[in-house]
């Protein structure tokens, strides 16, 4: 059985950093892209940042870059979300989701990820 179970959120200040992790089961992970989404409360799912099955191909959203970094370590089949410098704008509930891809650009479409996990909420306040 597929499973992603995303952990690390939390209430935080701004200017403060977390560090999400995204535990994968029931699949081959190091074949699977994984992504990060994120949902604010009335807003559309957006796409935070995602990294190809390898590893070696990395994606974020203009909005975060320079500030989250996205890695895997696929001897412990989890993927990390780490997240500086924090602003009230990335208040929102954070998921995971995974899909085939090793080695492509992966990509930023929801609609492209199979596998999602429950989401965890990342709260930062001003």
Do not use: H
Request: hydrophobic residues 35%; proline residues 3%.
């Amino acid at each position: 059985q597929v499973q992603l179970v995303e952990s690390g959120g939390g209430l935080v200040q701004a200017g403060d950093s977390l560090r999400l992790s995204c535990a994968a089961s029931g699949f081959t992970f190091s074949n699977y892209a994984v992504g990060w989404f994120r949902q604010a409360p009335g807003k559309d799912r957006e796409f935070v940042a995602a990294i190809t099955g390898s590893g070696g191909t990395t994606d974020y959203a203009i909005s975060v870059k320079g500030r989250f970094t996205i890695s895997r370590d696929n001897a412990k089949i989890t993927v990390f979300l780490q997240m500086n410098s924090l602003k009230p704008e990335d208040t929102a509930v954070y998921y995971c989701a995974a899909y085939w891809n090793p080695t492509i650009t992966p990509s930023r479409r929801a609609a492209a990820y199979n596998y999602w996990g429950q989401g965890t909420q990342v709260t930062v306040s001003s």
